[in-house]
Nanobody, 116 residues
Framework: QVQLVESGGGLVQAGGSLRLSCAAS????????MGWYRQTPGKQRELVAA???????NYGDFVKGRFTISRDNAKNTMYLQMNSLKPEDTAVYYC??????????WGQGTQVTVSS
């Protein structure tokens, strides 16, 4: 089992920045990909960013250079630096981790609210 705990969400004005963190514990030795999804009511969940164990990254099209995902394997923590935030970035952000293609683990979610 892998446990994920997010932190860093909150309220920010448009154009501002936030950094989300996701701390992993448990059977972390076999974690492959870590990343973030986000969801707002009435919309489909969408991938924000992902990073592999060797540092390869992938971003949702809407990110457009505004967000940076990183991973500190020594601290078992992943980060999402979000800059130039827009009101449409308002959502609950969920951290996830995978072990192979079979096991997915999720955090509890952290609310990000961007005011105009």
């Amino acid at each position: 089992q892998v446990q994920l705990v997010e932190s860093g969400g909150g309220l920010v004005q448009a154009g501002g920045s936030l950094r989300l963190s996701c701390a992993a514990s448990g059977s972390i030795f076999s974690i492959d990909v870590m990343g973030w999804y986000r969801q707002t009511p009435g919309k489909q969940r969408e991938l924000v960013a992902a990073i592999t164990s060797i540092g390869r990254t992938n971003y949702g099209d809407f990110v457009k250079g505004r967000f940076t995902i990183s991973r500190d394997n020594a601290k078992n923590t992943m980060y999402l630096q979000m800059n130039s935030l827009k009101p449409e970035d308002t959502a609950v952000y969920y951290c996830y981790a995978t072990r192979g293609t079979t096991y997915w683990y999720w955090g509890q979610g952290t609310q990000v609210t961007v005011s105009s």
